[in-house]
């Protein structure tokens, strides 16, 4: 059983970029969560995606968007790339039960992209 | 915003020692969860207690959960220099929509051989 993979391992950008961050999820788990961390603080929730679409979004601008492709990966895009978005970047998956309802919610995380914008 | 919040913020102790983290947080819950992470990669879930649970165990590792007070412990028993990490709660709120969990700002474990 593969884990959730995470690419590229580190990344450093300057502001006003963009860049464009990969995950790919745990065999047989279909839904995907995108969370930040900073440095010394725990993960904030970025935003999921179930079935390709949006499935729930945390207090983060626009210019955070994502995507998820047939095969449950995901793609995480930020766009004007700002300092304050230097961060480790965790992608985690989880299976989703029939009904649309997580019996358990246990998440399973990749090792994260570092981000650096200079 | 944080929901939880992980006391101590750092702790440190001898090998063999047990080391006690608490967790508070704001909302109802689903359950909680507590998570390891190892010099800032990816996290590991080391346990779920449901809210209608008031403890649980796995291994060296003993969770309690007390919903009046909102409020969680982690023990980890006999410690080892593996220990060392930050150790986080999460929190998977009644009210959201979505599956997303609620992350405290964490503990830094660090256990000394």
């Known amino acids: 059983e593969t884990g959730v993979t995470q690419s590229p391992t580190h990344l450093i950008k300057t502001r006003g970029q963009q860049v464009t961050l990969r995950c790919s999820s745990q065999?047989?788990?279909?839904?995907v969560s995108w969370y930040q961390q900073a440095l010394g603080q725990g993960p904030q929730f970025i935003f999921q995606?179930?079935?390709?679409?949006?499935?729930g979004r945390g207090n983060f601008p626009p210019r955070f968007s994502g995507l998820q492709f047939p095969n449950y990966s995901s793609e995480l895009n930020v766009n004007a790339l700002e300092l304050d978005d230097s961060a480790l970047y965790l992608c985690?998956?989880?299976?989703?039960?029939?009904?649309?309802?997580?019996?358990?919610?246990?998440?399973?995380f990749g090792p994260g992209t570092r981000l650096t914008v200079l | 915003s944080q929901q939880g919040e992980e006391d101590p913020q750092a702790l440190s102790i001898q090998e063999g020692e047990n080391a006690t983290m608490n967790c508070s947080y704001k909302?109802?819950?689903?359950?909680l969860q507590w998570y390891r992470q190892n010099s800032g990669r990816g996290l590991v879930h080391l346990i779920l207690?449901?809210?209608?649970?008031r403890e649980k165990h796995s291994g060296r590792l003993r969770v309690t959960l007390d919903t009046s007070k909102k409020s969680s412990s982690l023990l980890i028993t006999a410690s080892r220099a593996a220990d060392t990490a930050s150790y986080f709660c999460?929190?998977?709120?009644?009210?959201?929509?979505?599956?997303?969990?609620?992350f405290g700002k964490g503990t830094k474990l660090s256990v000394i051989p």
């Open positions: 985690a998956s989880s299976p989703l039960v029939a009904g649309g309802r997580f019996s358990y919610n246990e998440q399973f």
């Open positions: 065999s047989g788990h279909n839904t």
């Open positions: 995606y179930y079935r390709e679409e949006e499935n």
């Open positions: 909302t109802s819950i689903n359950n």
């Open positions: 207690i449901r809210s209608n649970e």
């Open positions: 999460a929190t998977d709120d009644s009210g959201a929509g979505s599956y997303q969990l609620t």
